[in-house]
């Protein structure tokens, strides 16, 4: 009675809180009882004790979803006020070449998202006949390649489309797919200096730690492929335990098992125009009463002259479904309403494909390879796809359109010409747009250059119209900006698409510009390798030939910099110079020393554990700044060299990443796709952690003890760059 009185409407706390108390109790524990019986050298003065509570704070809040940069600086701030570093030691962080490095290479992977690039190099490298293990081994090794030389996330928002659209090309599982494909990213990322912001990360915080020998012959400087060495053997580890292992780890749900919200096609009949209409003038946008929009697209090269069956288009997800194809014949248009009835055919030039889409749907369908969308509002708006996107917009109960028939013209000229109109949704069945039978007109916008469906045109083709209602959404590509600037009296409130950039891949120009970063990337790559330029150095060339190039403009360049990796990057110096400055990083190496009874193998086993904890709830480039100064302090008290525990740190950036889906941006981007949940993470994620330790270690351990750093730094002196 006693228990069922107290524990009656108590709350348990979240997780995160449960996480964090459990850390800190247990770092209390050690501090208070542990820590005595090592009998570790001495213990700091306050100072001390005041760094070390700051970082427990701080890896409170982090865990609690604080931003990392916010508590980087924050930490900072402290260690200024309490006189333990001086400001210039603050501040010195920010003009370090790591942060100059990184923004930069934040702009050129935004340009290279931006191009497509990747998707023209990866459709021919993926046949549909592959079994699913080989196809699995394909995509991973594109996405490990491809990590090597761009950050992360770009890379994850190139391939996820890329690896959707061949799921379903290819009749395959994308649970069995997408968290390859993730973790395949970031073992790619080890193998460059610049295939990740946290592989510059740990050099910085190395260079502050080295001082001045950082550079010398007494302590050589990684290079550009210096983490080649570790991360290729350790890489190619990892590619073949996803390949023959994700099977049995992640069954796998069978295509087209997930539901869908547009699987029934109890609206067909109302929502989708007849024949006649919709080849006359496919270029207008279709109007539709259900939760879904309705856009035409158009094939063309390399889907014409391939049968529909194995271009996926016809597979059905929550977000797109294909409900009608319109060919040509020589008795005249022929509509295809099915799967029985396309899936012979073979598509030709003069086909009209019509989609049901979401916004999001409509965004995923456009970028994919074959296909266009064909609508003369959006092609009446000119050629500066790249300054345009998606946006949603909704007509307010004070326009003047209300009750109305409008047309696409008066609509755009409302809109100043930023803005065209691809689709409608009404709120209600009211309009005659139901009555497809007698008003098969009502499905379209009314056509520009007449007032009326009653007026001469000429040899125009009729009008078609609708009564615009309060609520109608208008699916609108618009410049950026428009949601800012868009006439509040017609569509109050405007929400842009995300991830909605138009495709820049089927004109001559856009494939001048791939061309072109694809020799801009090169030279980063050959100037950077070759100790030509510094890396810093040849990003700007590259942003500047991307921006004469008119690539990106200077608007997208800047937003592509990630602010609060930069902070962290350039506050990493402050925090390393409290630890050292206060004996607190000695102290604890020490601490770690006698835990592993001075084994250089231990010590290796301690911090990886280490690493791998923090990596769950800190952001990779908060726990290297964290981990590294101790890590120092550890390898001195225990006489080995520190460049096993440099790499160890970098290395963990990425593969502590495995774990939980929550850890990084990436694994984020692919949980409900898969779907996904904690357990599967847990399984899949730690299994391949706990398989990968021994590799890492193992090559840390033999590099070390058998002083191969120096084998290979003699080995590859002719190419100045491998190690």
Not at 326 to 352: F, L, R, Y
Not at 420 to 436: K, L, N
Not at 488 to 516: C, E, Q
Not at 662 to 688: C, H, W
Request: hydrophobic share 45%.
């Amino acid at each position: 009675f006693f228990s069922a009185t107290m524990l009656d409407g108590l709350e348990i706390p979240p997780v995160k809180t449960c996480v964090a108390t459990v850390l800190f109790l247990f770092i209390a524990s050690f501090l208070c009882i542990g820590q005595p019986h090592f009998e570790a050298s001495e213990k700091p003065d306050w100072t001390g004790y005041a760094v070390c509570l700051t970082i427990v704070g701080s890896v409170m809040l982090m865990i609690h979803n604080y931003s990392a940069a916010f508590c980087m600086i924050g930490m900072n701030i402290i260690f200024i006020l309490l006189k333990i570093i001086k400001p210039a030691e603050f501040f010195a962080g920010f003009a370090s070449e790591a942060v100059i490095a990184t923004g930069t290479l934040c702009v050129f992977a935004d340009a290279v998202f931006q191009s497509s690039i990747l998707d023209i190099i990866m459709g021919p490298l993926l046949p549909t006949g592959a079994p699913l293990w080989e196809a699995r081994m394909r995509i991973m090794v594109l996405a490990f390649c491809f990590s090597a030389f761009l950050n992360n996330t770009p890379v994850m928002a190139i391939l996820l489309p890329v690896t959707e659209a061949y799921a379903a090309r290819a009749g395959l599982p994308l649970r069995s797919l997408l968290m390859p494909l993730s973790f395949s990213i970031f073992l790619g990322a080890n193998n460059t200096l610049i295939g990740s912001s946290s592989n510059l990360t740990t050099v910085q915080v190395t260079k502050d730690i080295i001082g001045a020998a950082f550079g010398t012959p007494e302590w050589r400087a990684p290079n550009f492929f210096s983490p080649l060495l570790i991360g290729l053997p350790v890489g190619v580890a990892g590619l073949l335990y996803m390949t023959f292992f994700t099977t049995s780890l992640l069954p796998s749900n069978l295509p087209g098992k997930k539901p869908s919200f547009v699987d029934n096609d109890q609206h067909d009949e109302e929502d989708i125009p007849d024949t006649r209409e919709c080849v006359k003038i496919p270029g207008q946008p279709l109007l539709t009463c259900s939760h879904t929009y309705l856009v035409t697209f158009k094939p063309i090269a390399p889907l014409i002259g391939q049968p529909v069956a194995g271009s996926g288009l016809d597979k059905k997800d929550n977000t797109v479904t294909l409900k009608r194809i319109i060919s040509q014949s020589s008795k005249g248009p022929v509509t295809m309403c099915n799967k029985e009835d396309w899936k012979t055919h073979v598509v030709a030039e003069s086909d009209i494909f019509i989609f049901s889409c979401t916004a999001v749907g409509v965004a995923s369908l456009r970028k994919r390879r074959g296909i266009q969308m064909k609508n003369d509002n959006v092609e009446a708006l000119g050629e500066e796809r790249r300054m345009r996107c998606l946006m949603e917009a909704v007509v307010g109960r004070s326009s003047n359109w209300v009750g109305k028939t409008v047309t696409s013209r008066e609509m755009q000229n409302a809109f100043n010409g930023k803005a065209g109109v691809i689709a409608i949704r009404q709120p209600s069945t009211s309009s005659d747009v139901v009555d497809t039978k007698n008003a098969t007109e009502s499905h379209y916008l009314l056509l520009d250059g007449s007032e009326s469906k009653d007026e001469e045109a000429g040899n125009s083709t009729p009008e078609r119209a609708f009564k615009v209602e309060v609520g109608s959404l208008l699916l609108i590509e618009a410049y950026r900006g428009f949601e800012k600037t868009a006439p509040k009296a017609h569509v109050p409130m405007v929400s842009v698409v995300p991830g909605s950039k138009p495709p820049r891949w089927y004109t001559t120009k856009d494939k001048i510009r791939m061309l072109a970063i694809a020799i801009v990337l090169s030279s980063v790559v050959f100037t950077a390798a070759a100790n030509i330029l510094p890396l810093s150095v040849s990003g700007f060339i590259a942003i500047f030939m991307m921006l004469f190039l008119r690539v990106m403009t200077p608007q997208e360049a800047i937003g592509a910099v990630e602010g609060p990796t930069l902070l962290i990057i350039a506050s990493s110096g402050g925090v390393g110079k409290a630890i050292q400055h206060t004996g607190v990083g000695e102290w604890l190496g020490d601490c770690f020393v006698r835990m592993s009874f001075n084994s250089f193998a231990g010590l290796l086993i301690w911090f990886y554990v280490l690493l791998s904890i923090l990596g769950c709830f800190l952001n990779n480039n908060a726990q290297i700044v964290l981990v590294m100064p101790i890590a120092y302090s550890a390898s001195v008290k225990a006489g080995v060299g520190f460049r096993p525990f440099m790499y160890l740190c970098m290395m963990m950036a990425s593969i502590s990443s495995f774990n939980i889906p929550i850890a990084r941006a990436t694994n984020l981007m692919i949980v409900n796709r898969g779907p996904y949940t904690f357990g599967d993470f847990a399984v899949f994620g730690m299994s391949l952690q706990l398989f990968l330790m021994p590799f890492l270690l193992g090559f840390l351990y033999q590099f070390e003890v058998n002083n191969l750093w120096e084998y290979f730094n003699e080995v590859c002196a002719p190419y100045g760059s491998l190690c």
